[in-house]
């Protein structure tokens, strides 16, 4: 089989973490996968990243799988596709039997008439369809033309929001996000305890993530813990981001001490080692999350995830860890009750290891690429593999 997928572009995040993850997965498998990136260079999160520096670039060129690009860079904006970028579009999709489309905005490209008809299974990774702008409109486009024959949906909640934003429930398939449990395991070696608690907040800087909320709770935690420390990473979490640097300036108001123990690491390419030695992962989201990757790879290391209640996170933290209010005291209480914690919580997550697991989650990929390329999931609920 023959896969193509589609990608607006290659910079840091949990849904091209986990996509790349899946392709390389089934690339390894005995499929043939290649990837083709709309934009060649992208600028979020205050962070310029080009294809090539890229993780999720060089884990996939390495396995084999090839990547090729139409070049955009930041400054095409939302310009119509040319001629060339659609014949560059139809030769990569012209030898594929299944289209992969990262997420939905990648079918303003694929729904471009002319373009060889293939069946595309979109991958959704959001609970939040009505805040994606016209890509929305696209999926349903695409879902009305016939093009899309199948929806991923990475969580319960990504599912019954697209469903209600009027995508067929048939077409929609739930494949809960799994990761390398060799890679994510607990590392005693690396536990800083000793030292004094650590949070790890693993998240790009965005609305969506709540990062003002997060530093409100970050200094009464710290306020309470002398030799507690603060470790946040990710795509803008720098000290070269003004913007953070202003809603630190802004939270720890008279208390600028105590931002001290607060670290900034950016993009970071060994989460293991963070996760296994921190004792909490925290999220603070207010929207858009899903199945958010940090919890899981960050409780699958040993750290107990503390998270606001949005998308499947009540689900995913449920007997592992604590739920809060967006309040930032209760989020600051919980972080402490999850670090006294940490041993009771710790035989529930060794027993909870498999359901997470990454060969579980590219089986059942697997079994539905089969099945469209058959032409039978279009109107059946896809079961899990194990």
Not at 45 to 54: G, N, V
Request: charged share 20%; net charge negative.
């Amino acid at each position: 089989m023959n896969v193509v997928s589609v990608y607006e572009g290659f910079f840091t995040g949990g849904a091209r973490i986990l996509h790349s993850d899946v392709v390389r997965g089934l690339h390894e498998g005995g499929q043939r996968h290649r990837v083709l990136s709309i934009h060649g260079e992208v600028h979020r999160e205050a962070t310029r990243q080009p294809m090539e520096t890229d993780a999720c670039y060089r884990s996939l060129t390495a396995a084999g799988v090839e990547v090729t690009t139409l070049g955009r860079d930041v400054s095409a904006g939302g310009a119509a596709f040319s001629g060339p970028e659609l014949a560059a579009t139809a030769r990569a999709t012209a030898a594929a039997d299944v289209v992969l489309s990262l997420k939905e905005q990648p079918l303003g490209l694929l729904n471009q008439a002319g373009l060889p008809r293939r069946p595309i299974v979109v991958c959704l990774h959001r609970s939040d369809p009505e805040n994606q702008g016209p890509a929305l409109d696209e999926l349903k486009a695409a879902v009305a033309d016939g093009r899309v024959v199948a929806g991923v949906c990475c969580a319960e909640s990504t599912r019954a929001a697209y469903e209600a934003a009027g995508i067929p429930g048939g077409l929609l398939h739930v494949i809960a996000n799994g990761v390398d449990l060799l890679r994510f395991q607990p590392d005693p070696a690396r536990r800083l305890s000793a030292d004094g608690p650590v949070v790890v907040f693993a998240a790009r800087y965005a609305k969506m993530k709540n990062v003002p909320l997060f530093l409100r709770a970050a200094r009464l935690w710290l306020r309470r813990h002398s030799t507690g420390r603060v470790l946040m990473c990710g795509a803008g979490m720098a000290p070269e981001n003004p913007a953070l640097e202003a809603d630190i300036t802004v939270a720890f108001g008279d208390e600028p001490q105590l931002a001290r123990r607060l670290l900034l690491l950016g993009v970071r390419h060994d989460m293991e080692a963070l996760y296994a030695a921190a004792d909490v992962v925290a999220l603070t989201s207010a929207s858009g999350e899903a199945a958010p990757l940090c919890l899981i790879e960050g409780m699958m290391c040993g750290a107990v995830p503390v998270s606001t209640e949005v998308g499947d996170t009540a689900d995913i933290v449920a007997g592992h860890g604590i739920l809060t209010p967006p309040d930032p005291e209760a989020i600051a209480l919980a972080w402490s009750e999850a670090v006294a914690r940490g041993p009771e919580f710790a035989s529930a997550l060794a027993r909870s290891r498999e359901r997470f697991s990454r060969e579980r989650m590219i089986a059942s990929y697997a079994a539905l690429l089969d099945r469209v390329h058959g032409g039978v999931a279009d109107r059946t609920r896809l079961p899990e593999v194990f």
